[in-house]
């Protein structure tokens, strides 16, 4: 046997893996109490939102929750983020936030920036998007033409591992777009960014578990409703308490 076809067959054993485990954990949150979920959420993004590293982030990526997904809510988080600062209160600087708008079935996927919730639309899955353009017909900022980098990734996934390996829903979306940001910020010598994703207990699984291709692109960190989990040397250098 070639080495291509061992890659090919080492391929398919790891797409196979995943289905069994996407499959697994789709059904255990589907059964998952609505209420344990709802608790889950405040708390999750209450950690967060409490978080020296969160706090002192000036420019951030984040998802945009879809229920439907199951994904963990960040309805708080963004409005936290897009919120002003409290009159008289200079300390508090604003938040340049971006967010995720699919280009096509091809695993292409731009973050543009937005100021307020409004700026978000439906799209034909009725997950919530930014337009491409704001109301004035003005295109928005594509992080990717930015000129400062981005200090913080909020990222979704529908299981993780304690290695920081994610498993994402199969489309390959975040896997391809923060591979582009990372070359970016090598290409711009910025200083990366931190991958930190919000997880339901019943997600995050031992070391390792998640198999994984070249093409997959592993976070630093993971927030569960039991407190942060720093995984890499750049979390735990920069989530000290």
Not at 224 to 239: C, E, F, H, K, Q
């Amino acid at each position: 046997m070639s080495n291509n076809d061992q890659e090919a067959d080492n391929l398919e054993s790891v797409f196979k893996q995943k289905r069994i485990i996407r499959s697994n954990v789709r059904q255990t949150l589907k059964s998952m109490d609505p209420s344990l979920r709802s608790q889950e959420d405040d708390i999750i993004q209450s950690i967060v939102l409490e978080a020296p590293w969160f706090k002192s982030s000036k420019r951030l990526c984040a998802y945009i929750s879809c229920s439907a997904l199951r994904e963990v809510d960040t309805s708080k988080l963004l409005s936290q983020i897009l919120s002003p600062a409290p009159d008289g209160n200079k300390l508090q600087t604003a938040k340049i936030l971006y967010v995720p708008r699919v280009e096509d079935k091809n695993s292409n996927m731009r973050m543009f920036n937005i100021s307020r919730i409004d700026d978000l639309v439906a799209n034909s899955m009725n997950i919530l998007e930014p337009a491409s353009v704001d109301a004035d017909g003005n295109a928005r900022e594509d992080v990717m033409h930015a000129n400062d980098p981005v200090d913080l990734f909020i990222l979704p996934g529908l299981a993780f591992d304690r290695s920081g390996r994610r498993l994402g829903r199969g489309g390959g979306y975040y896997d391809t777009f923060l591979k582009n940001y990372k070359e970016l910020a090598k290409e711009k010598n910025w200083r990366l960014p931190l991958f930190v994703a919000l997880s339901y207990s019943v997600q995050i699984m031992d070391e390792e578990v998640i198999p994984v291709t070249p093409n997959d692109v592993l976070v630093d960190a993971l927030v569960s409703p039991t407190g942060v989990i720093p995984i890499t040397s750049a979390a735990l250098g920069r989530m000290k308490p």
